[in-house]
């Protein structure tokens, strides 16, 4: 029974088993209301034991002490064993089968790819086919299997009077347990990490208190709002303390601080960051409703209006009347 996925461009990471397991024990039915899909999908609950392969992502701490804290038992697979995650990978072999099928498949290999254009037959987006993958789960659940003489859904059933799994009364929390973590101190100005400042009134009596460090969980997706473990084990959420900062994705981030350093641009990360992503997303919205057509003709026109200073200097502006020495002059003031 394929109990929860994650879809995602990135590389796997300690934040996709995160999002993987948080799905895997959610309910579903918030899920397929969104879809507006009515099959059955019952699988739910926090597990008694996970096993793993010997990936970095599983052994780090991070991961082995949210199982410990959540009672979950993590199995290792036995080097050198590859037998066992045979169904893993048979299960894997029977969703690419599907996939392949899509327009724009790269296919499995080269070889079979051969002159297929997967680029230019490319028509479904990353949440379009991350739906696509969740009504083909939901196919695969409710499909007669060979091994088990009827579908995954009704055995599920069949043996849900078993099952002692429950549903963490916290999922906000279950799933911020799984996030990465790093250990920081509780400074005057707030929580430094990524060399931006995070600041909730709930950390002002924390604050010199030795150099004791506390643990800090983020989500890459948006780090605009982080999770700070206190005393109590309890999670305070923090967030940006300079508010001109749009929220973003850590990848956004470091790609504007790149881009920064290249530009040779100095100061404060966070207010060259603020300045950095509104120019950006600028550029992609103005850009998004625009043709090839007609980037093309604005990338030709910004080429002849480099090259000839009168068009760069003089077109958009109109005439002022500066013989007229009544009219007082005023001081401008930048915002």
Known sequence: MVTGYYTSLEAPSRLSVALCLTQAVAPKAELLAEMACNIP??????????????????????FRSACAEWGIDLVYRPPGSPH???????LIGTMMGAVHLLPGTTQSSIAVKADYDAEGMATITLSEFDR??????CRYNNSIH????????AKWEALSEQMTGDIPF?????????LPSELRKIRQDGIHLFHIRFWSDSLASHIGRGDRKVIVRHDPRD????????????????RYRNLEIPPVSLWEYRDAMRKARALGKSGSNELVLAELI??????????????????RSRERKGTLEGTNSAVATTEGLRPIDTGDTSRPLFKVERW
């Open 41 to 62: 999908r019952p699988a739910q609950g926090k597990p008694q034991s996970i096993h793993v392969d010997n990936g970095r992502d599983f052994r780090s701490r991070a």
């Open 84 to 90: 066992f995650g045979g169904h893993i990978e048979r």
């Open 132 to 137: 696509w993958f969740a009504l083909e789960i």
């Open 146 to 153: 060979s091994s088990l003489g009827c579908t995954p859904v």
């Open 170 to 178: 916290e999922m906000e929390a279950f799933r911020v347990n799984f």
């Open 223 to 238: 780090i605009s709002m982080i999770w700070v473990e206190l005393d109590d084990r309890r999670y305070v959420e923090a």
């Open 278 to 295: 509104r120019q950006q997303r600028q550029i992609e919205s103005e850009s998004r409703g625009l043709t090839k057509a007609e980037r």
